[in-house]
C-alpha cells in the first residue's frame, strides 16, 4: 500500500484522533481499577478505530468499505436528525461515565476516551469515504427539503444544549450534602485525588516502615476522608501527620457513606496495622444497625421517567431539581425524618445495644492490634448542641472501654453555624474545623506519649 505525498498531512489528521485516544488508554490501562472502560474493552475499541483510520490510507479498500456508509448518507435528514439524538446520548453517556466510580480514581482519562471514541463514531457514519460530489449532492438535496429550515433550529438547540451542559460541567463544580448530584461529581472529578492504589484518598500505602516510626490509621467516613474539603492537604488525617512529623506514618481507611460496619470490613482488610487506631465517628455511623433491626430508612424523593432520566443525564437539569427545586420543596421535611430516624437508632433499647455489639468490634480489633485508640466524635453540624443525644452514648461507650475519646461538639459550639461547614449546599466540616480537629488529635496523642 503506497500513500501518495500529498496525502500525507491527510492521513496524519485523521490518525490525530486515534492518536490521543491511544495515549488516553494506555493511562486507563496504568492506573487500576478503571471504570466501565478497561484493558479488555480498550483493545478491541482502539483496534476498530485504527483499522478504519489507516483504511483511509487505502484507497481500494475505502471504496469496498464506504459503500454500506454511503447508503446510510442517501437520507440525509434522517442521519441529521439520527446525529442529533446520537450527540445527546453520547453526551449523557459521559455524564453516567463520571458518575461510575466517583470515589475510586480519576475519571480524566476515561472521560478522553470515550469522548474520542463517541467523536470518532459520528464522523465515521457522517464521512467516511465521503466525496466532494456526493457532499454536493447531499447539500443539493437538502436546499430542496422543506425539513431543513426545522433542523437547522433543532440543531442550534441541541448545539446551545450541548455547550450548556459542557459548560456546566466547569462551572458547576462544588461539594454537596447529596455525594451523587452531577455537580458533586464535577467536584470530585477536580479534586479527589490523590487516590492511592487501595481506592482511598491518600497517599500510597508504605507497607514497610523504618524502625521507631509509628503507624496511625485514621478510620472513617467522609468526614475522615475530606468530602468538601478541595485540598487533600487540609484534611485532617494529613493535617495531623504534618503535625506529628517524621516519626509517625498517618494513614486513610475512609470513604464517604461508609457506616462503622464498612469501617470494621475495611480496616481487616487493610494491609497493615495501626500502632495508634483514630475513629473518627459521626452521628448517623449506627444507620446500618438501625436499619437491620427494623427502623426505617427515609427515601429521598426521586421523579419517575422521563423526566428522572433527563435529571440524571444532565447538568443543568440536574442541578435545577437537586439544588433548586429540592431545597425549597421536600428537602426540610426529609431531614427532619432523616433526624427522627438517626435519634431513634440510639434511643431504641434494642437498636442501640447492637450498635454497642458493633463498636465493641472496633475496641477489639484494636486491641489484637495491640494500638492505642482514640475516638472522634463528630455531632451534627446543623445542630451541634442539640446533636448530644447521638454523641454522649457514643462518647461514654469508649470512655468505659478505656479509649481516648475527643467530643467535637465542645469544640464546635462557639462556632456559627456557617464557619462550621464546606459550603451552603455541604455541611460536612470545612476546611478551618479539619484544622481543629486535627489540632484536638494531636493534643490527645502527645499527651498520652510516654
Known sequence: MTVPPEKWPRVLLAALLPGLMTLAALSLAAHEPVPVLNPAALLPALSLVWGFTLLAAAPR??????????????????LWLAALVYLLAALAGLNLLSEVGRYQHSTASAEIFYAGLALWLLALF??????????????????RRRLTGGLLSVSALVLMFTAADLGARLVLAQSDGFGFTLMATNWL?????????????????????PDGVRRVIVAGDSLAAGYGVARLEDTFPHILGDKLGAGYAVNVVA????????????????????????????????????????????????PGAPSGWLIASYQVPNYIY????????????FRDQYRQFVEASYTTPAVWSAYETT?????????????????????????VEESAVFTRPVADFFERQGATVISMTEVLTPLAPEQRYANPLDFHPNAAVHHLAAEQVYAALAAGEP
Open 255 to 302: 470513604q464517604p457513606g461508609w457506616a462503622t460496619e464498612d469501617v470494621l470490613a475495611a480496616l481487616k482488610a487493610y494491609p497493615v496495622t495501626p500502632d495508634v487506631l483514630v475513629v473518627s465517628h459521626y452521628v448517623d455511623d449506627s444507620r446500618v444497625t438501625a436499619h437491620r433491626l427494623g427502623l426505617r430508612h427515609p427515601i429521598m424523593p426521586y
Open 189 to 209: 472529578r477536580q479534586h479527589w485525588e490523590p487516590v492511592n492504589a487501595l481506592g482511598y484518598r491518600d497517599a500510597p500505602l508504605d507497607e514497610s516502615l
Open 322 to 333: 437537586w439544588h433548586v427545586y429540592a431545597p425549597r420543596s421536600y428537602l426540610p421535611g
Open 61 to 78: 479498500l475505502k471504496e469496498q468499505v464506504a459503500a454500506p456508509f454511503r447508503r446510510l448518507r442517501t437520507h440525509p435528514a434522517l
Open 126 to 143: 457522517l464521512g467516511f469515504g465521503l466525496t466532494r460530489a456526493e457532499f454536493r449532492d447531499i447539500l443539493d438535496r437538502l436546499r
Open 359 to 383: 463498636l465493641m468490634q472496633l475496641v477489639e480489633y484494636s486491641r489484637t492490634a495491640h494500638a492505642r485508640l482514640v475516638v472522634l466524635v463528630w455531632p451534627d453540624l446543623l445542630a
